[in-house]
């Protein structure tokens, strides 16, 4: 495998801010901006984080397997996510998957476009790209309906369309032989979602996660590095899941009371998971998914 030596760095490292943790913000603070880590156990499968963003490549004998260049609002990101891959390896760009079509995470794929990646991503991804036509998204070259397997150089990668729950075109990526996902979005690994929610249907999603669990894998790679920089477990999705269910109850019952939005949204408060980072910041924005769907049955 033509590819450079690079030292694995521990995935605690891949930090973000988390609100209401002042230990995790001083350890934001000291983290670099850009940073490439070798998931800890492989010899081929790579984190790469902007920010508070990341994404997952694999490098193989035949070639590179990237993921969501996550370019919105950062015009140089493909160009500096390119420049990561080639610090590990020379081998060419093969794939560019596109994990579901929100532009704060596809974004910016046009140099690894022109490095020779083919982009795929599913086909409701690509009906809703192509009807927006954004000049920084680079429109995939195939759609994926259910289920996708790529091989390559003895790596094997099964993409699966999880039907509508973050957005309507989610798909998640496992590797079976090292037993690790990448998952973005649906399952917040530690913490409470936040805006994505906008784009979310509630009781799909949770079809969604139950189906994520029974399949097998031990760790997953959150699009959002995961509290205190950790991967994610079965334990986190299944967390993730009973929160979800916890404020749909708690929402039903107020929302068949006449309080959806209002007071809902700005008052009502789950202390169960208060100790969850970004409650105080996020919670208005799951209270207030459930209020539509519960309120107005959206």
Known sequence: MNRLSLTPVACMLLLTVLPGSQGQLAAQAQAPQIETTLVEGTDNIYIFRNGGRQSMFIVTDEGVIATDPGGYGRPNAGETYLAEIRKVTSQPIRYLIYSHHHFDHIAGGGPLKEAGASVIAHRRAVERLTTLNDPNVVLPDEAVDDQRTITLGGTTLELTYLGPSHSDSLMIMRL????????????????????????????????????????EWDRLIPAHPGAGGRLGTKQDAQDQLTFLRDVSATVREEARQGRCWEPVESTLQIPKYENWPNYENNLRFALRRYCGLWGRGT
Do not use: H, K
């Open 176 to 215: 079976p032989q090292e037993r690790i996902v990448f998952l973005v979005d649906l399952l917040p690994v530690g913490t409470i979602p936040g805006r994505g929610l906008i784009d979310f249907y509630p009781l799909e999603a949770e079809a969604a996660i139950e189906r994520v669990l029974a399949m």
